[in-house]
Nanobody, 119 residues
Framework: QVQLVESGGGLVQPGGSLRLSCAASGPIYSINAMAWYRQAPGKERELVAAITSGGSTNYADSVLGRFTISRDNAKNTVYLQMNSLKPEDTAAYYC???????WGTGKYWGQGTQVTVSS
């Protein structure tokens, strides 16, 4: 059974930094695209950043220049380094991985980790 475990969320002051991690485990043949989404109360879930198997990245305009997505294929892990955090970055953050297993290729979600930016 594939599991995605997220960590790194918490409470931080405006201007601060956090690093989120999402580690996948289980019978994984390969990991294709990896991404981070977020959902604030009363809002739809939105894409924050994504990285392909080849390392190409894309970001939401609202986080460009402040957030960096990266991946460690040996550890089946994706990271989101968040700098210069703003109160509007407050949300639950979810990783989303496109995995190939013995049952085929599908999208898997992490359980979510809360990020709160407040003074």
């Amino acid at each position: 059974q594939v599991q995605l475990v997220e960590s790194g969320g918490g409470l931080v002051q405006p201007g601060g930094s956090l690093r989120l991690s999402c580690a996948a485990s289980g019978p994984i043949y390969s990991i294709n695209a990896m991404a981070w989404y977020r959902q604030a109360p009363g809002k739809e879930r939105e894409l924050v950043a994504a990285i392909t198997s080849g390392g190409s990245t894309n970001y939401a305009d609202s986080v460009l220049g402040r957030f960096t997505i990266s991946r460690d294929n040996a550890k089946n892990t994706v990271y989101l380094q968040m700098n210069s955090l703003k109160p509007e970055d407050t949300a639950a953050y979810y990783c989303n991985l496109v995995l190939t297993t013995g049952w085929g290729t599908g999208k898997y979600w992490g359980q979510g980790t809360q990020v709160t930016v407040s003074s």
